[in-house]
């Protein structure tokens, strides 16, 4: 039996000794590796905090003290020593599995959930200070990763933590990396704590004549108090103290017995205190050591040789890829293209303007809110900013989208990937809130295209326009077709008719399009109507005058998106109707008004909510019932 296998809770843990932990560590990583390289997931955020995970849980204990992660996709650790090491674990991200985040839901040891950046140190400090109002008593510990020091949220938090109560831990993990490289002055400020060679000198000289003192190891405490008293004689002063928290580091962030040391130290701390930890991201599997960005959030991979599963033949280029190709397309005739991510430069495929001009690309660290309002900038100066973003993250940036793009009607081209599911990451990567946030902004024009190609030409169409524009389009691949040499510009407003019919008209989006056609082609089989289907692709300016004469001729409409039904576009073409003062039968297709899980696939999480095919076609089959019998013109087959 392994050591792993007898963890249950922190009193086994507190039985180990140095070499089982070190032990124990080993088996936890090699349980990671196993479960990753099978079902994805976030490896090396993982591997490079088990020794800081270890001796969180050896000094606190969860039943009570509150752990707060940040972002927490580097939860697995905590996962396995909180009596969770059995086949949920095994299921990881998976349909029925344990959440790849920490999951309130979950585990009472689980404090808060988070998927986001940035969000740790403000929910850590509302706790703290429930707990002062509260007389409780209970320890509150953030466990904050250096990319989130890029976010505003985290720098607020800090602004108000020593003003806020006398009693909070914050852990700086620090290992250089968000998914990509680490950007940005403060990057370049903890770098410089790490690196100074007169405080390392101090460090160490001090570290070991403790030691020689008899009964050294145990002043290794009192040592810390020490090292921050010569700190300032020779680093830079330090943010945090400027700020009102105390200072500690930088500690090494895979040594337990030094974690757990400053950890009971940073109990009995009488204000807020900043504990520097440094770690390496993918410790301990050397393959992701040498490729932290791949192993940030990597799919299932061989774990001998750290490559990926072989993929299937002939696999469809990814909606991410295609973006990529045309904004190099698109910028080489064009030098006002700019380009602009947060942290996300390969997962959202704008490194690949890299290839036309370093200079026109931005990566401006976990900063969302910032981004839009550099873009605002940059517009304003002649310049065409394109922003790459996840539709779950854009949602950080709503106020500037109003207040500084739509209100000033400034050109910026937003690319949102990941719109709809993001499987096995869950309700906090979802994307299917945009439609709905977006659609009530004037001036906003918001598209999704059916394949890689009409993406193509929604980059070309958007960056022709002189107002805000918005594409959003699916996580992976496309059709299998590759991109044509030149995109078209489109009309905007104007959708395209995909399939004829006037007994019943589908007005589908992006992914929905083929779906559509397939329902179309089985009621018309099955049942005799003629169905019509079309690429709605504007959700914003509708095309009234085509959805207005198809009305008016007679015909049922069908809205089908891959987005929540409250907001969304069935919701525009509702309204429209209303407006108009229009008759129609009219049924939604799309998303309930829940949180949807994570899961195996779209597939499986479509099923669940009555999503696939079958489901989809018993619903309309339902409709028609409904219908006919206002209109009599249809007989069920059934």
């Known amino acids: 039996m392994s050591l792993l296998d007898g963890i249950e809770n922190r009193g086994d843990l507190k039985g180990l000794d140095e070499n089982q932990?070190?032990?124990?560590?080993?088996?936890?990583?090699?349980?990671?590796?196993?479960?990753?390289?099978?079902?994805?997931?976030?490896?090396?955020?993982?591997?490079?905090?088990?020794?800081l995970t270890l001796a969180l849980h050896l000094a606190f204990d969860t039943a009570k003290d509150r752990l707060v992660f940040d972002v927490s996709h580097q939860g697995y650790v905590h996962k396995l020593l909180t009596g969770r090491n059995d086949e949920r674990f095994d299921a990881l991200r998976q349909t029925n599995g344990l959440s790849g985040f920490i999951n309130?839901?979950?585990?009472?040891?689980?404090?808060?959930?988070?998927?986001?950046?940035?969000?740790?140190?403000?929910?850590?400090?509302?706790?703290?200070?429930?707990r002062d109002l509260n007389r409780t008593g209970e320890h509150v510990v953030a466990i904050c990763g250096d990319a989130a020091f890029t976010c505003g949220i985290t720098l607020e938090a800090l602004n108000n933590a020593a003003s806020t109560t006398k009693k909070l831990i914050v852990i700086l993990n620090d290992n250089e990396w968000s998914i990509a490289k680490n950007v940005g002055a403060l990057s370049k400020y903890f770098n410089e704590l790490i690196t100074n060679p007169a405080?390392?000198?101090?460090?160490?000289?001090?570290?070991?004549?403790?030691?020689?003192?008899?009964?050294?190891?145990?002043l290794i405490k009192l040592g810390s108090k020490a090292k921050q008293d010569t700190k300032d004689l020779f680093a830079p002063s330090s943010l945090f103290e400027k700020l009102g928290l105390r200072y500690i580091g930088p500690i090494d962030g895979h040594d337990i017995e030094?974690?757990?040391?400053?950890?009971?130290?940073?109990?009995?701390?009488?204000?807020?205190?900043?504990?520097?930890?440094?770690?390496?991201?993918?410790?301990?599997?050397?393959?992701?050591?040498?490729?932290?960005?791949?192993?940030?959030?990597a799919g299932p991979f061989d774990p001998e040789t750290g490559h990926g599963k072989p993929a299937k033949s002939g696999v469809p280029m990814k909606y991410q890829d295609a973006f990529g190709k045309s904004i190099v397309k698109l910028a080489r005739k064009d030098p006002r293209i700019v380009?602009?991510?947060?942290?996300?430069?390969?997962?959202?495929?704008?490194?690949?303007?890299?290839?036309?001009?370093?200079?026109?690309?931005?990566?401006?660290?976990?900063?969302?809110?910032?981004?839009?309002?550099?873009?605002?900038?940059?517009?304003?100066?002649g310049l065409r900013p394109v922003c790459a973003i996840y539709s779950t993250f854009l949602q950080r940036a709503y106020d500037p989208i109003i207040h500084d793009i739509c209100l000033q009607n400034l050109p910026v081209l937003f690319c949102m990937d990941r719109a709809g599911l993001s499987p096995n990451d869950g309700p906090t990567h979802h994307g299917l809130f945009d439609l709905s946030y977006l659609r009530c902004v004037p001036n906003a024009v918001i598209m999704q295209p059916k394949d890689v190609n009409e993406l193509q030409d929604m980059v070309a169409t958007g960056l022709k326009m002189d107002g805000p524009c918005f594409i959003r389009y699916p996580r992976g691949a496309g059709d299998g077709k590759e991109l044509r040499p030149e995109p078209s510009i489109l009309q905007t407003g104007r959708a395209e008719i995909a399939r004829e019919g006037e007994d019943l008209v589908f007005w589908a989006l992006g992914p929905m399009v083929s779906e559509a056609k397939k329902l179309a082609e089985r009621l018309e089989i099955e049942e005799g109507i003629k169905c019509g289907?079309?690429?709605?692709?504007?959700?914003?300016?509708?095309?009234?005058?085509?959805?207005?004469?198809?009305?008016?001729?007679?015909?049922?409409?069908?809205?089908?998106?891959?987005?929540?039904?409250?907001?969304?576009?069935?919701s525009a073409v509702l309204e429209f109707i209303?407006?108009?003062?229009?008759?129609?039968?009219?049924?939604?297709?799309?998303?309930?008004?829940?949180?949807?899980?994570?899961?195996?696939?779209?597939a499986d999480l479509r099923?669940?909510?009555?999503?696939?095919?079958?489901?989809?076609?018993?619903?309309?089959?339902?409709?028609?019932?409904?219908?006919q019998r206002s209109s009599g013109e249809y007989v069920s087959n059934d």
């Open 339 to 381: 380009g602009i991510t947060a942290a996300m430069p390969s997962g959202t495929g704008l490194s690949a303007l890299k290839e036309v001009s370093e200079s026109r690309f931005f990566d401006v660290g976990i900063a969302e809110e910032h981004a839009i309002l550099f873009a605002a900038g940059m517009a304003v100066r």
């Open 258 to 297: 030094q974690l757990t040391h400053h950890l009971e130290f940073a109990k009995t701390a009488k204000e807020p205190l900043v504990l520097h930890v440094l770690t390496k991201k993918g410790k301990g599997y050397e393959i992701a050591e040498n490729h932290p960005e791949r192993f940030h959030g």
């Open 199 to 218: 405080y390392l000198k101090i460090h160490e000289d001090l570290e070991a004549f403790l030691k020689k003192i008899p009964g050294g190891k145990s």
């Open 104 to 130: 309130r839901e979950e585990s009472e040891h689980d404090h808060y959930g988070a998927g986001h950046a940035g969000t740790c140190l403000s929910a850590a400090l509302g706790m703290a200070v429930a």
């Open 607 to 627: 099923k669940q909510h009555g999503l696939d095919f079958e489901s989809m076609l018993k619903q309309l089959r339902k409709f028609l019932q409904a219908s």
């Open 533 to 570: 289907v079309v690429n709605a692709r504007f959700i914003k300016p509708l095309d009234k005058g085509l959805l207005k004469r198809q009305i008016v001729e007679g015909s049922r409409i069908v809205t089908m998106e891959d987005h929540v039904l409250a907001g969304g576009f069935g």
């Open 578 to 602: 209303e407006n108009e003062g229009l008759s129609a039968q009219v049924e939604r297709i799309g998303w309930p008004d829940e949180f949807v899980d994570h899961g195996s696939s779209v």
């Open 21 to 51: 932990l070190e032990q124990l560590a080993h088996e936890i990583r090699a349980r990671i590796i196993q479960v990753t390289s099978n079902n994805g997931g976030h490896v090396g955020p993982n591997l490079g905090v088990v020794e």
